[in-house]
């Protein structure tokens, strides 16, 4: 350390006057976080697959209720119609935003969209 720089601690971290981390505190094994049980894990490739395809269904359902075309609900969300058609086939899937847009145009909530709730009576 430079002479005739002033140093304070700050949660047992030493640093200087102008935020400087200088020293870092040994860590106090008491104030850790254990995760007891069981940690989750990453689903498999297979799994995620399953969940899209899943969604894709879900989607052809809210989309064919509310008696959209697919050129109708991608005007609707933004999207390109081959986009609508990769969602629903399972190939790949939509952001949040798309999702909550899709919701709207379809007149579902987003649980009711993505299979955690049942779809309205057409």
Request: proline letters at 8%; aromatic letters at 2%; one cysteine or more.
């Amino acid at each position: 350390m430079s002479p005739g720089v002033q140093t304070v601690r700050t949660c047992g971290h030493r640093v200087n006057m102008r935020g400087h981390l200088l020293e870092i505190a040994p860590l106090d094994r008491k104030s850790v976080p254990v995760h007891k049980g069981r940690v989750p894990r990453k689903p498999t490739s297979e799994e995620r697959d399953d969940e899209r395809v899943k969604l894709g269904r879900a989607l052809v359902l809210a989309r064919t209720r509310a008696d959209l075309s697919q050129t109708a609900a991608a005007v609707a969300v933004g999207v390109s119609r081959p986009t609508i058609s990769k969602w629903e086939r399972g190939l790949s899937e939509p952001e949040a935003l798309d999702l909550t847009r899709l919701a709207d145009a379809y007149g579902v909530t987003l649980d009711a969209l993505c299979g955690r709730a049942p779809l309205p009576p057409a």
